[in-house]
Nanobody
Framework: QVQLVESGGGLVQAGGSLRLSCAAS??????MGWFRQAPGKERAFVAA????????VYADSVKGRFTISRDNAKNTVYLQINNLKPEDTAHYYC?????????????????????WGQGTQVTVSS
């Protein structure tokens, strides 16, 4: 049974940092990603990483502040978030796929993923 379990969210002041974790089990994935959904908004892509090559792709809005990485041995993907802003407040979801796509750009689409975690809340106070 596939499980994606996120952790690391919380309440933090603007300018602070958080590291989100997503522990995966049950299958070997080709890529994993992070998405977020703010109140009243649609779920949006944040970052993704190809599992074997380690190549990454980011949403323009988070480039330079967010870093996605993976630990193969722990089957875990991380999202390091620095210089948090109030607009980063959202529920952050981990997603995984077993499909292979030609370019990293395909992993920005939520329909590229077949597995989703329950999410972890990040709240940034100003």
């Amino acid at each position: 049974q596939v499980q994606l379990v996120e952790s690391g969210g919380g309440l933090v002041q603007a300018g602070g940092s958080l590291r989100l974790s997503c522990a995966a089990s049950g299958r070997t994935f080709s890529a994993m990603g992070w998405f977020r959904q703010a109140p009243g908004k649609e779920r949006a892509f944040v970052a993704a990483i190809k599992w074997s090559a380690g190549s990454t792709v980011y949403a323009d809005s988070v480039k330079g502040r967010f870093t996605i990485s993976r630990d193969n041995a722990k089957n875990t993907v991380y999202l390091q978030i620095n210089n948090l802003k109030p607009e980063d407040t959202a529920h952050y979801y981990c997603a995984a796929t077993v499909s292979y796509y030609g370019g990293t750009c395909f992993y920005t689409r939520d329909d590229a993923y077949g597995y989703w975690g329950q999410g972890t809340q990040v709240t940034v106070s100003s």
